[in-house]
């Protein structure tokens, strides 16, 4: 039976799409938080994981590596049935609504994704803002960031930009616009570990 966990320490294994981006520093918050950090590249990949994440990088490209091997379809059927969390690139391929331009996803987070809406590389940003996370403000690292439009009502806003959601979750589903694995604060990393492991649970209740 496929249990989702590391062999030995009894981690739980999470899979880090490695494609494009910064998939290297997810890896190590990942380990950081208390998880085993496996690439992902092919859709075997997927076989065994407690749950993925989506990095950042440029959505555009990712689909287009994505293509190959039926890795796409993969990843929406994971993203589907299991915990998933997409940071900044890995957001828009979540959302089930990409504008400017309007673009091909997962289409599995009810909401509605602008891309670049905070402006160019230049435009880059760390802020603080509140959270409704135990430990105070969360501080977020922003690089040509993605915008939360709209949401559906079954999405949790967990942390705001202003007015806009920048850190959002819908059951299994947990979304940034934002790259927490650039900064120290591995808050964000941790409740997606909780959510992989509050599945896992279910899912061996279930069985």
Do not use: W
Not at 158 to 170: E, F, M, N, S, Y
């Amino acid at each position: 039976m496929v249990s989702g966990r590391g062999e030995g320490a009894g981690a739980p294994c999470i899979g880090v799409l490695a494609l494009q981006g910064d998939f290297e520093a997810h890896a190590r918050a990942l380990r950081e938080a208390g998880a085993e950090a496996v690439p992902v590249r092919l859709p075997a990949h997927l076989d065994g994981l407690a749950g993925l994440v989506i990095p950042g990088g440029e959505s555009s490209t990712l689909l287009k590596l994505a293509a190959r091997d039926g890795l796409f379809e993969a990843l929406q059927g994971f993203a589907r049935t299991m915990p998933v969390f997409g940071t900044c690139a890995g957001c828009i391929l979540l959302a089930r609504r990409v504008l400017r331009p309007e673009q091909e996803s997962l289409d599995v987070l009810d909401a509605t994704v602008e891309r670049n809406a905070y402006g160019r590389q230049i435009d880059s940003a760390i802020l603080k803002i509140p959270t409704v996370l135990p430990g105070g403000p969360l501080e977020t690292v922003y690089i040509r960031a993605p915008r939360i439009a709209a949401i559906g009502p079954g999405v949790e806003v967990l942390a705001k930009r202003g007015g806009d959601p920048v850190l959002v979750r819908q059951g299994r589903l947990l979304a940034a616009t934002f790259h927490p694995e650039l900064s120290a604060d591995r808050r964000v990393h941790r409740l997606f570990l909780d959510i992989a492991a509050t599945a896992a649970t279910e899912a061996d209740r279930a069985a």
